[in-house]
């Protein structure tokens, strides 16, 4: 079992930047994939960013890439999501989210693949 606790969202004017970071209890952290997703008001759950147990991979949805960054720390067990260039298009509640089974890099991109999920923290950006 692994419970993961994002924390860092909060409002920002357009243009500014924030870090999301994300705790994960559990064994064998290091071995999973984990991912962010975000969902705003009325709309479905979207894939933001991803990265395998190896550091070396990582993948983002197109309205991000370019602008965040993901990365963890396995000593640590956090995984964090940093957020630059951010416009009002990216206010949300954003989740992060692991995987102990996906069998690629493109399966972390669907939401199915994950086996456990945070509560979410919101992000706001003011224009």
């Known amino acids: 079992q692994v419970q993961l606790v994002e924390s860092g969202g909060g409002l920002v004017q357009a243009g500014g930047s924030l870090r999301l970071s994300c705790a994960a209890s559990?064994?064998?952290?290091?071995?999973?994939?984990l991912g962010w997703f975000r969902q705003a008001a009325g709309t479905e759950r979207e894939f933001v960013a991803a990265i395998g147990y190896s550091t070396m991979f990582t993948y983002y949805g197109d309205s991000v890439k370019g602008r965040f960054t993901i990365s963890r720390d396995n000593a640590k067990n956090t995984v964090s999501l940093q957020m630059n260039s951010l416009n009002p298009e990216d206010t949300a509640l954003y989740y992060c989210a692991a995987s102990g089974s996906y069998s690629s890099m493109s399966l972390l991109r669907t939401m199915s693949s994950y086996d456990y999920w945070g509560q979410g923290t919101q992000v706001t950006v003011s224009s």
């Open positions: 559990g064994r064998a952290f290091s071995t999973y994939g």
